[in-house]
């Protein structure tokens, strides 16, 4: 079992800069959080989940939807078992909840969320 705590959220300008943290734990978690797919998604009120981006561990690359690229950057530190989310240039419509997700073959794990509000 993998859980997911998020964190770093609140409530910031448009324009501004925020980073969100998401760190893993359990009982396997440190032998096996390197070899997870992590990835970040997001809930705008009455929207549905979006994806926002992920990391895979066996390439090392990253994705992102098109509204986040070049302005979100997704690192991980796996002594950490911590994912990050770099958001910059935020704006009124990146207002959401934001989960993170671990996945590993068929087992997915969420977090509870975080809220980001930005504000005009």
């Known amino acids: 079992q993998v859980q997911l705590v998020e964190s770093g959220g609140g409530l910031v300008q448009a324009g501004d800069s925020l980073t969100l943290s998401c760190t893993a734990s359990g009982a396997s978690v440190s032998r096996y959080f390197s070899r997870y797919d992590m990835s970040w998604y997001r809930q705008a009120p009455g929207k549905e989940r979006e994806f926002v981006g992920d990391h895979r561990w066996s390439s090392g690359n990253t994705n992102y939807a098109d509204s986040v690229k070049g302005r979100f950057t997704i690192s991980r530190d796996n002594a950490k078992n911590t994912i990050y989310l770099q958001m910059t240039s935020l704006k009124p419509e990146d207002t959401a909840i934001y989960y993170c997700?671990?996945?590993?073959?068929?087992?997915?794990?969420w977090g509870q969320g975080i809220q980001v509000i930005v504000s005009s």
């Open positions: 997700n671990a996945a590993s073959g068929i087992l997915g794990y």
